[in-house]
């Protein structure tokens, strides 16, 4: 039988003391975030039929000053065609900037048949007609960085800000 999921941000009163929290604001209010600083909290939330944890874009002390920025093409039922020329587009546009493109959260299972894993990707990997949302799962995800590698090792070493807006920069648009 198939049933619809469901999410939860805000920590719940049972939580034990030593999972990290971090309060933040939100419309209307404040929500309170568990943080997965340490293994022991991963296998926690597991405990806790989490499936897809999130990850933030920035430190727990500054949540308006991101460190990261995400683009997220989260495939659905088709095109995945269209969402491999998207994330393309949108990498040309980020060196353009003079920034080093990565695609996706790393390693979260989904919740769906075969549990799938949002795999990083070795940015040629985007060209490849075969590639499938599904192609990696909590099964075979493993062999994948046995034998490829990390896609996001180095990652931290090819960090760079944003550059400055200049006065010949065109204004946003919407």
Do not use: C
């Not at 939580?15 to 939100?26: E, G, N, S």
């Not at 896609?151 to 400055?164: E, N, V």
């Amino acid at each position: 039988m198939e049933s619809r999921g469901y999410f939860t941000k805000s920590v719940p009163d049972y939580f034990p003391d030593w999972v990290d929290r971090a309060t933040v604001p939100k419309r209307g209010g404040t929500v309170t975030h568990a943080l997965a600083n340490h293994a022991a909290t991963l296998v926690y939330l597991a405990g806790q039929n989490a499936v897809t944890p999130h990850v933030w874009l920035s430190r727990a002390d500054r949540p308006r000053r991101p460190d990261r920025l995400i683009l997220d093409f989260d495939p659905s039922d088709g095109g995945f065609a269209d969402v491999r020329a998207a994330a393309r587009a949108a990498g040309d546009r980020l060196r353009e900037a003079g920034l080093v493109p990565y695609a996706v959260a790393p390693y979260a299972p989904r919740a769906r048949p075969e549990a799938p894993v949002a795999a990083p990707l070795h940015w040629e990997e985007l060209a490849e007609r075969t590639l499938k949302p599904d192609r990696w799962t909590v099964a075979s995800i493993a062999q994948r960085i046995d034998d490829e590698g990390d896609p996001w090792t180095g990652m931290g070493r090819r960090a760079r800000s944003l550059p400055q807006p200049t006065a010949d920069d065109p204004a946003p648009k919407g």
